[in-house]
């Protein structure tokens, strides 16, 4: 390992994946180096020459077989393997040499800056197809305007791929017990099963296996904290190349180690992803190494297209949708790609994060965008812009984006887990939540759908949140605040009215200068309608009560602090994303204080990106602005909280 900074650690965490630096309101469109840009007007040579090639593979004969032949190993059904021939007869697949055509990646004729949006600006019902774009052109049709790989070059380049050399063909499992409860055969499509334990090793292998071999030589370098890391130095290790993975400083000791057993060579620099990445494309540069994209990349793009091939010969049934975790949208531009043009009937439904929805934000608004703030919790997806080839394919082929929270993340964690015994990462599940959410919100009965469960890298320490969270992600517990007249017999009084429901957490804390007490707990709901009653017997009987059950900042820190209710005047409250490395509290302390008093400060280690904190500060109302201006210089993210309700609640 190279370190270029020191590395011991302030606390445990990981590290998001986020393409650009952001400053200001608009930022350059700048996230694809210059090598990659020759990387892909050199593949879209290659691409064509694969399909030449393709024709002697097994799986491409298949276009030569005769129509009547009931099933072949495409699993393309042969009256749609028809259609395909005679489009790619018509585009020339095979016999046309394209490489004298301009190879303009859309980056070089698309030089408007991104727009920062919040992810708060495109909010709704979890389960709710939302994002559906206005298709830009036929999905079966094979122009393609921005000078990257056509349609059916995507298809005939994922069948020809050559990721089976590191990868496995993932079971597709049918999921009794999450299907007897939803009503709906859902197939998990085991991806956390693959070598690295996430799909990523295909994109990576896809693209590295296909360098001439003269550059494979000059070696490679990808910046990633993740799941990416591991996928490219797999591929290095069966290439026998050079690698080299620039990793932010705060990367997991657990992390960068299972990179560096691969044979591959760590360098931590930089407090964060974007200068991680930095440092690798400049280093690309200076010694003609090639650069490995996360996702935004034709060759990555096709390696991950080859599980919607597996997808469609594992099931030749009917089949409602295919549901996919979304990060810059390498995985689910693939799997569209090869699926629209066989099983153009079968839905390819990207799932988000609510509050890491840079694709659903980016389709809606018909143009990609860049969020100001991603949650990292599901760290493989928290991406602040899609790829720009990824988001092109995704306008065409994508028939919508379903959100979800973190604790539906956690409850399909859990449900995999009672379902296989495997323990998922937030990422890996996110395709199983959305899938539920989708089949409840539509009422779906009697279809199959297909949720790809792409990683099992999860950090451990994050397992307590999940546990912590995942009933009440599955409806089975609610987090409520009661106001008791602080007398003789109320406690007794309340305990009654909750009655038969049992009670999973209980905090209280005598507040002398009140006639109110406030109670707050959380009750195992296994029906909703007895939480109903329960709240309408406690309403009845005068004991105002609030559901906070969706409150992120009363589960992740107020809960902890009951007790703390202060009523300081000129408190103000803010959550602070701190990058977790030493040093990092210091020149917080350094930024405000000693002038002002810090009244609250609470941090749980929960495995997350970056070090969530809480702090309350007392500052003089014409101090205000200048605090302001002190968090901004931090370049620290984060969030006015005073106007939160549980905040005014229980602390206020
Ligand atoms: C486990 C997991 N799931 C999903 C994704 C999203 O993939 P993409 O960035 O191609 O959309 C990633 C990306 O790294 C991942 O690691």
Known sequence: METLSPCSRLFSSSSSASPSSFNGDFVPNNN?????????????????????????????RAFQHDTNVPSNPTGIPNRRLEEIRAVADGVGIGFVDKTSESATPTSCRDPLPLLKVSSESLQYESGYLGAISDKTSDPHSDTNGNGGP?????????????????????????????????????????????????????GAYNMMAKLPKEQLEKGVICSSAG???????????????????????????????????????????????????????????????????????????????????????????????????????????GIAAYMKQVRPEVRIIGVEPADANAMALSLYRGQRVMLDQVGGFADGVAVKVVGEETFRLCRELVDGIVLVSRDAICASIKDMFEEKRSILEPAGALALAGAN??????????????????????????????????????????????????????????????????????????????????????????????????????????????????????????????GGRSNLENELLYRFVFPERPGALMKFLDAFS??????????????????????????PKEDEEEFIGQAKTLRYEYKDERKNKAYRLLMH
């Open 32 to 60: 694809i180096h210059p090598n990659t840009f020759s990387a892909w007007s050199h593949r879209r040579h290659r691409v064509i020459t694969t399909i030449r090639v393709s024709a002697a593979t097994p799986e491409s």
């Open 437 to 562: 959410a989708y089949c409840k919100y539509y009422g779906l009965k009697d279809e199959t759908v297909v949720a790809i469960t792409s990683g099992a890298n999860m950090n451990f320490e994050r397992l307590r949140l999940v546990t912590q969270l995942a009933d009440v992600g599955a409806k089975r517990e609610a987090v409520l605040a009661t106001f008791l007249q602080e007398e003789h017999g109320s406690f007794k009084n309340f305990c009654q009215l909750v009655g038969p429901i049992n009670i999973t957490e209980f905090k209280y804390r005598y507040d002398i200068g009140k006639d109110k007490a406030l109670v707050l707990y959380s009750v195992g709901v296994h029906k909703a309608e007895e939480l109903i009653a329960m709240k309408g017997r406690l309403e009845s009987s005068g004991l105002r009560t609030l559901d906070l059950t969706d409150n992120d900042l009363a589960k992740d820190h107020l809960r902890h602090l009951m």
């Open 150 to 202: 056509t349609n059916v070059s995507y298809l005939t380049s994922i069948l020809s791929s050559k990721v089976y050399e590191v990868a496995i063909e993932s079971p597709l499992q049918y999921a009794p017990k999450i299907s007897q409860r939803s009503g709906v055969r859902i197939l998990l499509k085991r991806e956390d099963l693959q070598p690295v334990f996430s799909f990523k090793l295909r």
């Open 594 to 619: 000693p002038r002002w008093n810090i009244s609250l400060f609470h941090y749980r280690a929960q495995g997350d990106t970056g070090a969530n904190v809480l702090v309350g500060i007392q500052v």
């Open 227 to 333: 799941n990416h890391a591991q996928g490219v130095a797999l591929a290095a290790e069966r290439l026998k190349c050079n690698a080299v993975i620039v990793m932010p400083v705060t990367t997991p000791e657990i992390k960068w180690k299972s990179v560096e057993r691969l044979g591959a060579t760590v360098v931590l620099i930089g407090d964060s992803y974007d200068e991680a990445q930095t440092y690798a494309k400049r280093r690309s540069e200076e010694e003609g190494r090639i650069f490995i994209p996360p996702f935004d990349h034709p060759d990555v793009i096709i390696g991950q297209g080859t599980i919607g091939m597996e997808i469609v010969h594992q099931n030749p049934g009917p089949l409602h949708a295919v549901f996919v975790p979304v990060g810059g949208g390498g995985l689910i531009a």
